[in-house]
């Protein structure tokens, strides 16, 4: 077998995120519908549109490392959005489903932080400077995103869910 270096890292685990990301771009449409709240109906429509630029963006980095753009299967990002259907479908017409759909949408954020960070620190080991700052650009994308979901979470959705138990 031949050795493995941190080059096929950084290769497949891109496979990895773009393949996530445009899962992801799909799955927002139907998180936005869900939502009974119109601020997270535009969180989550933002963050779709934002998310085509981050495939974008991915696909630059692709360019630069001079590798095809292509996915790679990743079982942790299908587990978290089935996670995602599965609060969509049992909490349909409940004043819970805002607060399940910001917590199963912050599981993804977590995911993407996760894969965004370790990528932006083996691009900058492996000298690719300009991957490194599209990565990071993608990451505060991410974490703006995942601190939004917590503002919302905060504003109303929790509290919705909680009066809804005590009533
Ligand atoms: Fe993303
Ligand atoms: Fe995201």
């Not at 799955?27 to 085509?52: C, Q």
């Not at 000298?127 to 503002?151: F, I, K, M």
Request: charged residues 30%; proline residues 1%; glycine residues 6%.
């Amino acid at each position: 077998m031949a050795e493995k270096t941190l080059d096929n890292l950084f290769y497949d685990t891109l496979k990895d995120i773009y393949y996530a990301e445009r899962k992801i771009v799909k799955s927002l449409p139907k998180m936005a519908r869900g939502a009974n709240s119109a601020d997270l109906k535009a969180a989550f429509e933002k963050h779709r549109e934002e998310t085509e630029g981050q495939i974008e963006r991915l696909e630059q980095v692709f360019e630069i490392i001079g590798k095809r753009a292509m996915g790679k299967t990743c079982d942790a990002i299908e587990g978290i959005l089935a996670e995602g259907d599965e609060i969509l479908e049992e909490y349909a017409g409940t004043a819970a489903l805002d607060a399940g759909l910001i917590a199963a949408a912050q599981a993804v954020e977590h995911y993407e932080i996760t894969r965004y960070g370790t990528l932006k620190r083996w691009a900058t080991l492996l000298g690719y400077e300009e991957a490194a700052a599209l990565l990071d650009e993608t990451l505060q994308q991410e974490s703006v995103t995942d601190e939004s979901l917590t503002a919302l979470a905060n504003a109303a959705a929790n509290a919705e869910a909680q009066g809804a138990s005590a009533a």
